[in-house]
């Protein structure tokens, strides 16, 4: 296929390998509690901040849109970095269902914000829905105030490896996104081996993607390091072949505030800091943020809050 032209159809990924590699990097630590500190600040601002629940409505899209604006209290923020910082700091963005949008726009209106709205769109999270109404998903989502849109693609295409459709089918959506940014769901947990997720990474950055993220967060199997890591070596080889930088976003699964510090540090160490910003790094979460934020309590306070209360005998 002459659009195809750029695809290495015989790559060979040594699983054995990266899993050791994989290894290695969850191990990192951070010295002290300083810079400890300093990086849970600066992972707060990568936070696509996500709610995608079937019972989402107006009012917990408002308060995540306000929790998104202010993600880490004033007291802490004064502990941690002294009473005269004027530092501001935001989630990168939030992240809701398609009929979501509007409320998360009135309420970024209404508290003067001008934070991303990131939609998940395209039939989330199977993605198994006729191209047409994946399209029109994404026109409406746009409209409505959507500026990033996380569509998801069909896994049979990559396990059938029908590159050619999936290379269509995610141009057609990068038209529909017009100017808003598109990041593109592998979902890693059902593609089956990495050689998958490493040309299911090429061929949606060659169609277009901004971003390349792990998984919906609905998958059983959602981010995993080793599949992290082949997206980030399938992201420096397209920038290698384009100069076109795409970033990369794991999600679904990443609860602690050790999982944003051991993926940080594989995008600093796999891809550099020229990816360790909000343009190319974004971690889709619902349960992070409130991890972080005890951890930075804990860090400002010098002391951990007690996690086990016991029950006075009767
Ligand atoms: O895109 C974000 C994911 O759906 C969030 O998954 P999570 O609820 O496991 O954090």
Known sequence: MEELSFMNHNVRINEAA?????????????????ALAAWLLRAVTFIDLTTLGGDDCESNVARLCRKAKNPISQDILHLLLGTNSQKKITTAAVCVYPAMVPHAKNTM??????????????????????????????????????????????????ISRNWSQLYKDTMAMKKAC????????????????????????????????DFIKTS?????????????????????????????KVGLKPAGGLRTASDAVVWMNMIREE????????????????????????????????????????????
Not at 120 to 145: C, H, K, M, N, W
Not at 216 to 244: H, Q, W
């Open 216 to 244: 919906t967060g609905k998958e059983a199997v959602n981010a995993t390091l080793p599949s992290g890591l082949v997206m980030c070596r399938a992201i420096r080889d397209y920038f290698a072949i384009t100069g076109r």
């Open 109 to 158: 209106d209404t508290i003067g914000s001008n934070l991303p709205i990131a939609s998940v769109a395209a039939g989330f999270p199977s993605g198994l829905y006729p191209l047409e109404t994946r399209v029109r998903e994404i026109e409406l989502a746009v409209q409505a105030g959507a500026t990033e849109i996380d569509i998801v693609v069909e896994r049979h295409l990559v």
């Open 178 to 209: 017009g100017e808003a940014h598109l990041k593109t769901i592998l979902a890693v947990g059902e593609l089956g081996t990495l050689e998958n997720i490493y040309n299911a990474s090429i061929v949606t950055m060659f169609a277009g993607s």
């Open 18 to 34: 990266v899993n050791r590699r994989a290894a290695t990097l969850q191990e990192f630590k951070l010295q002290n509690d300083d």
């Open 271 to 314: 891809l550099g800091m020229d990816w360790l910003n909000p343009h190319f790094f974004r971690i889709g979460a619902s349960g992070l943020l409130g991890n972080i934020e005890r951890s930075l309590l804990e860090l400002a306070t010098g002391h951990k809050e007690p996690t086990f209360i016991p029950i006075p005998a009767m």
